[in-house]
């Protein structure tokens, strides 16, 4: 079936460091991304997004990348800190609903 | 600008009781969407409100059912609980239909015994 789904469960990265979250999608006709993040306790919080008509955004120290020959889309989040601990989620708008995937729980290492 | 809420945050309930939830969304916010989150299925969609109307519903049996009022606030109900419907459900505001940018509330958990 079609589902939006990331590649690792958990990452680990050292303070400081880039940290690169992937996912992969199946449904060519997905048209909007979405990245979420989700602190323990807490309902997911919109990062940033990005239309299929773009290639790459640009937030805060934090960058997506869309790549749709292959179907994956990754967060990119530069000089990681401790407050950026919490579960990834890449999801995607799919008639009219937010589809979401698995999400990546991000550890960072002193 | 206050977020969304939800209430209540916690609920224990035994099987084959109704539950019913609650979400205020933010002021202004016209489009109420409702999520559940099990650490098996991850975020599902459930369905979305949009001025009173149920514009869009996934993939959950009709035990699950919600509503809207005039004054945006949503409400959900699930009739019939069962075991697997233990879960932390979610509610999301935004400004239209099918809202791209959408806000969540914390969340309400829900336990049934």
């Known amino acids: 079936g079609e589902s939006v789904g990331l590649h690792l469960p958990t990452l680990s990265v050292q303070e400081g460091d880039n940290s690169i979250i992937n996912c992969a999608y199946s449904n060519s006709a997905s048209d909007y991304f979405i990245w979420y993040k989700q602190e323990s306790g807490k309902g997911p919080q919109f990062i940033i997004d990005i239309r299929s008509n773009m290639d790459k955004r640009q937030g805060q120290r934090v960058t997506v990348l869309l790549n749709k020959t292959v179907k994956h889309l990754s967060l990119q989040i530069a000089a990681t800190q401790p407050g950026d601990s919490a579960v990834y989620f890449c999801?995607?708008?799919?008639?009219?609903?937010?589809?979401f995937g698995k999400g990546t729980r991000l550890h960072i290492l002193p | 600008k206050a977020g969304v809420t939800q209430t209540p945050r916690y609920l224990i309930k035994t099987r084959g009781q109704q539950v019913t939830l609650s979400c205020s969304p933010i002021?202004?916010?016209?489009?109420v969407s409702w999520y559940q989150q099990t650490p098996g299925q991850g975020l599902q969609f459930l369905f979305e409100?949009?001025?009173?109307?149920?514009?869009n519903k996934g993939n959950f049996p009709g035990r699950f059912s919600g509503r809207q009022f005039s004054n945006s606030r949503s409400e959900m109900n699930v009739s019939t609980l069962e075991l697997g419907d233990s879960a932390l459900y979610l509610c999301a505001s935004g400004t239209g239909w099918g809202s791209y940018e959408q806000y969540f509330g914390p969340g309400t958990r829900l336990t049934v015994t």
């Open positions: 002021s202004g916010h016209r489009s």
């Open positions: 999801a995607e708008n799919r008639d009219d609903k937010i589809i």
């Open positions: 409100y949009f001025s009173e109307t149920q514009r």
